[in-house]
């Protein structure tokens, strides 16, 4: 008994440390699993994580140990403070690369608020005891080193149990998805597979060694990989309808924020959220399987997607992390044709690292928040009705023919200046996020229809392409009930996938092309389908046009894909068949998909870090 007191008078620390991490761990982890959590899933990678901190600690004297412990403490609650409010926004796991992105939380500290949890501070609550008890046992001279012995037997029983449960954890992530952990595509998963702390490892590491490759030049058999994927998907077109018959008009792409696709044709006591661009899709093309593919990057992801038809980076923004890259984008092809190329965004012009990316995407001119009267501000900045009446004064200066990006910003999350939005009876909702959402989106949706009733009369409508698309979700899936109301539906995991889509309407000059299209794709099929109606060339494009490709194929950031007839959720692993939204089990025809998905992001991704479209490096 004597000698487990004093292993307890020991070690206490050790153990008190031990207690707090899993703890900590454990209820992390049933916070990013809202349907599918098991405790069991992250018990043992949580715990074989911890030993090895404390195998590390045990070198170290009383004093010393207790402060090591102490620091990690604090690093891993800020850590997991972090993570839980960025997985609440982005539904997703903080990166490294992600602090390049870090001063962007300035301008949009309401949202990050709103997310914030009063219970989140209860990860701190043992530091704020922690850290008086240190200065108290340290006067009372707990730490001496008098009595200091190296245990040895100690760090090797701790090692001999955690190594194997590290070891067989990886070994089993690395044999379900092999390459998984080099891409760290599916960052949920890893960390729900091996525990955070060996996430936030892994991350490092990756991140750092990215950082180191992204000197090496590519190797030509890796070259070859991306040349392969990319004319696989130049070839499968079954025709080519509609080549140039718009060509020389102007373009304006339209990228709304927030706009989801639920509220298109919805009603709220009887009157429609949308009503404008409900009466504006009847005379255009309208696809109603259009998903966002964004990731970290948010706003500027939709925008870069759109642009250049390539994934977004696979941790951060690729508006930071490659915006000194060379681009086959959109207006850069639509330039080499004689157009004048603008944008338009009612915020600060360095914010998303635009003013350096719109250059590099060969955008003439950028309209920024400076560049416009601030006559009246809702949320974030100028507000649309202002935007918008300005922006067609500024468009109608441009020497046709023209590209003219268009970005807005009232709608933005969290949608909490309903004073300003004007009268919208959203019954039942009112006070609620979905209510004040619906308030905002109504809002944009009349000034749209304004902005649109000016084209038609400056005659600007009949000379040009629009395409209006939204950027990203608009409700997080805490509010699912709400959501789950309003709709009349059950949501499900399958379900809530679905309603990751954002709508996309085309309308032509000529009207010619109408109707609903009921493919499922993404934002990366925009710029392609573009490009077909204004005979435009470009061989290094991921997305498809959508007139002419029937393959339907949508890949997520994560390595989740859908073909339009089964879905697979990369962060739980799992096969939906969409139809029945039962679970299926994997096929060699599925496992082939999967790969294809992850080689296409790859592909991306090297293009990306190692600039390839500078030069024409690929060829």
């Not at 539904?91 to 990050?112: C, E, T």
């Not at 890259?325 to 330039?335: A, G, M, T």
Request: proline share 3%; hydrophobic share 40%.
């Amino acid at each position: 008994m004597k000698k487990y007191k004093t292993y307890l008078y020991n070690y206490w620390d050790i153990i008190l440390f031990f207690i707090l991490m899993l703890t900590k761990l454990l209820t992390y982890g049933s916070k990013l699993q809202l349907k599918h959590f098991k405790y069991s899933r992250i018990l043992y990678p949580a715990i074989a994580s911890i030993l090895l901190v404390i195998a590390l600690s045990l070198i170290l004297k009383r004093k010393g140990r207790f402060i090591f412990l102490l620091l990690f403490n604090i690093l891993i609650s800020i850590i997991i403070i972090g993570d839980l409010n960025y997985f609440r926004y982005f539904k997703d796991l903080f990166s490294l690369p992600i602090l390049i992105n870090s001063f962007q939380l300035g301008a949009v500290g309401s949202s990050v608020l709103e997310l914030f949890k009063f219970w989140d501070l209860v990860y701190i609550l043992d530091i704020l005891i922690l850290i008086p008890l240190f200065l108290a046992l340290k006067r009372k001279g707990i730490f001496s080193e008098n009595n200091y012995k190296f245990d040895h037997k100690l760090i090797i029983i701790t090692l001999i149990i955690a190594i194997p449960i590290e070891f067989i954890n990886f070994y089993k992530l690395s044999q379900e998805q092999p390459k998984l952990i080099s891409t760290m595509y599916n960052k949920v998963y890893i960390a729900e597979k091996l525990g955070v702390l060996n996430y936030h490892y892994i991350d490092f590491y990756c991140s750092s060694t990215n950082f180191i490759k992204r000197k090496i030049p590519v190797s030509s058999n890796k070259k070859e990989d991306i040349k392969n994927v990319l004319a696989q998907k130049n070839t499968s077109y079954n025709s080519s309808k509609y080549k140039g018959i718009y060509e020389y008009k102007n373009v304006i792409p339209i990228q709304v924020e927030a706009l989801q696709n639920f509220v298109i044709n919805k009603k709220i006591n009887n009157k429609e959220i949308t009503p404008n661009l409900n009466k504006f899709l009847n005379k255009s093309l309208y696809f109603n399987n259009y998903f966002y593919q964004i990731a970290s990057g948010s706003t500027s992801d939709a925008e870069f997607i759109t642009n250049n038809s390539l994934y977004p980076a696979a941790s951060g923004a690729a508006y930071f992390l490659y915006s000194g890259n060379h681009f086959n984008s959109l207006p850069s092809k639509l330039k080499e044709k004689g157009y004048n190329t603008a944008a338009f965004h009612g915020y600060k012009e360095n914010f998303w690292n635009r003013n350096l990316m719109y250059k590099n995407m060969n955008i003439d001119r950028f309209y920024s928040e400076k560049d416009y009267k601030i006559d009246e501000k809702i949320g974030l900045g100028l507000s649309d009705k202002c935007f918008l009446n300005e922006t067609i004064e500024k468009m109608k200066k441009l020497k046709e023919p023209y590209f003219s990006f268009v970005v807005t910003l009232t709608s933005h999350f969290p949608y909490e200046a309903t004073d300003k939005y004007g009268e919208f009876d959203v019954g039942e909702y009112e006070g609620t996020l979905l209510g004040n959402y619906m308030k905002s989106i109504h809002y944009t949706d009349e000034q749209l229809g304004v902005f649109l009733d000016k084209l038609e009369k400056e005659n600007i409508l009949a000379n040009s392409i629009i395409a209006i698309y939204g950027d990203h979700y608009a409700i997080p899936r805490e509010n699912e009930k709400d959501l789950s109301n309003f709709l009349g539906k059950d949501i499900d995991e399958l379900n809530w996938i679905e309603l990751q889509k954002v709508p996309l309407i085309i309308h032509t000059p000529d009207e010619k092309l109408k109707g609903i299209n009921n493919e499922y794709c993404g934002q990366i099929d925009l710029y392609p389908t573009l490009a077909n109606l204004l005979n435009i060339k470009n061989n290094t494009m991921f997305g498809r046009d959508l007139l002419n490709s029937k393959n339907e194929s949508v890949i997520f950031r994560n390595g989740s894909f859908t073909d339009g007839k089964v879905f697979y959720i990369s962060p739980i692993n799992t096969y939906y068949d969409i139809k029945t939204h039962k679970k299926i089990n994997e096929t060699e025809e599925l496992k082939t998909k999967k790969d294809n998905a992850i080689s296409e992001l790859n592909s991306s991704d090297n293009i990306l870090k190692h600039d390839l479209l500078k030069n024409n490096k690929l060829n």
